[in-house]
């Protein structure tokens, strides 16, 4: 299991308690220092069963800056999942990333129901 995580996001650092809490093995991948490539994340994306868009941080300044909300709608995904890629900051986190599924972001239940 991967941990996909940035150590300064409070989401991320309940993430990571909860997993300790619940005894779950993971390797933690900081998303600043590597990021996660085109090809990873389109496999992530595929096994996800999520629209593209739900890997985008929404609430981030680089999102904002970069004015994706108007932009994002007119690219392919093939284009979106490159763009993610350009930059760890874009990425919705956590994730966390199984063989049979990914979870984007962190919300308790949907993990609970996981593992």
């Not at 284009?79 to 930059?87: C, K, N, R, V």
């Not at 990333?97 to 609970?112: C, H, I, P």
Request: proline share 4%; net charge neutral; charged share 35%.
């Amino acid at each position: 299991m991967l941990f996909v995580n940035y150590p300064k996001c409070t989401t991320c650092k309940k993430a990571e308690k909860w997993l300790k809490d619940h005894g779950i093995e993971y390797e933690s991948r900081n998303i600043k220092e590597e990021n996660p490539t085109e090809e990873e994340l389109t496999e992530w994306i595929k096994r996800s069963g999520l629209p593209v868009k739900r890997f985008f941080n929404t609430s981030g300044m680089l999102y904002r800056e970069m004015g994706l909300k108007d932009k994002l709608p007119g690219m392919s995904e093939k284009e979106q999942a490159a763009l993610l890629a350009t930059d760890g900051m874009l990425v919705k986190r956590p994730l966390l990333v199984m063989e049979s599924d990914v979870k984007v972001g962190f919300r308790e239940a949907d993990w609970s129901k996981l593992l």
